[in-house]
């Protein structure tokens, strides 16, 4: 076998690794730099399929991370295993025998129900779609309600309630759920008609059991003459999914670029020619679209980092059952943005200026949201607990922010 031919991880074989201080030596602050000093390079060297290297680094980082430690240990431990599981992937039939335990929908949807509970940011965003929604729909007598995903009790319920309570009575409400979790829909559909009948609201529930990608007009079944409103609530980032290998691996974008995507294009055309009155767009505030995984690793370390600082201030110390869960859920993302390529990366969070100009360039304009937001941030905290939450108005969105960092923005759009 000729020598030029030879797999770069043998060809690497040679090389000396780097000493690792004893995690035991190290402060915490101390383990945290190293921690992303060794996650960044591992990255560096998954990226240029250098095996060996990357190999090196996961070692190192394996003694210094946890997931029962504080919240740097707890975030690294995530962020390796999706290295791993990046690097494994190079070997199809090794990573379909090892394939890690996909979590049953019926368990997703009570994870989100449970991380609704336990923070703000869904919760805050269900407040402010609910009161705008009540404000700019309150004349209406006909209205549908397109759910892109969620299919969240909580923001149902209270809605059918402020909808009851319009000036001129209670308005004929068709609710269409778009969601491939046919547990979460069968579960859900009851609920509401049993809610409306008790409010005597004239009251109709349309479940649609698929994806995003499968949707089309003619399943949504809109009539003329109804005020029509879609909600998606961190679903839409999904549509931005494509094979764009070739562009990952030359980094043919600048980052802060907006990417073109067809289906996502034609998805809002086909939005705009029913012509809503409102469409609510609820998505975390990341630039996790990025061609190269290097840059969308370091945007999802700061990203989530926050996200997991949030965490311990909810749950403390305490690795209790609740918190693995949520964890958990955000695991997976980050599993889906550093493992996966092409098609199969569906995570690809994009930040609100980056939305306003694909819903601009799609004939949309922005709408004001109905919020007090110094109000509704003293009530986050004194509900959830913990001085770190913020509101900010930014550009005709509100952004939820865990300090100075914005985690989730929310807007809305008319045509």
Known sequence: MNSSSKPEVTLSL?????????????????????????????????????????????????????????SMQRLAARFASALAIR?????????????????????????????????????????????????LMTTER??????L??????FWVPLIRSCSIFPDGPPHLRVTCVNNNKHALDKLGPKLVKEAEALDMPFQFHPIIVNLRELTIDILKVRSGEALALISILNLHVLLAEDDRVDAHFGAKKNDSVKDCKQMGQFLAMVRSMSPKLFFLVEQEA?????????RFVEGLHY???????????F????????????????????????????????????????????????????????NPMEDAKQMVKSYGGDGYKIVNERASLMICWYDRPLYAISAWTC
């Open 316 to 371: 403390g110390s305490n690795a209790s059952e609740e918190r693995l869960i949520i964890e958990e859920m955000f695991g997976r993302e980050i599993e889906n943005m550093v493992a996966h390529e092409g098609l199969e990366r569906e995570e690809r969070h994009e930040r609100y200026g980056k939305w306003m100009v694909r819903f601009g360039g799609s004939g949309f304009k922005p709408v004001h949201l109905w919020c």
């Open 87 to 135: 690097l494994v992937k190079r070997w199809p039939g090794l990573y379909k025998a090892l394939n890690h335990h996909q979590q049953p929908k019926q368990e997703q949807d009570q994870t989100r129900t449970l991380f609704s509970k336990a923070f703000p940011y869904l919760g805050f965003a269900y407040a402010t779609i609910t009161r705008t929604l009540h404000q």
């Open 14 to 70: 040679t090389l000396s690794p780097c000493p690792t201080p004893q995690a035991s030596t190290l402060k915490p602050e101390e383990r945290g730099i190293r921690l992303i000093q060794l996650l960044l390079t591992c990255a560096k060297h998954a990226s240029s399929g250098n095996l060996h290297r990357a190999d090196e680094c996961l070692r190192q980082i394996s003694p210094l991370s946890s997931m029962t430690g504080d």
């Open 287 to 295: 630039d996790h679209n990025l061609n190269r995984l290097v840059d």
């Open 142 to 147: 006909v209205i549908h309600i397109i759910d």
């Open 304 to 314: 989530y980092s926050a996200i997991f600082d949030s965490i311990d201030v909810t």
């Open 149 to 154: 995903g969620s299919c969240d009790p909580r």
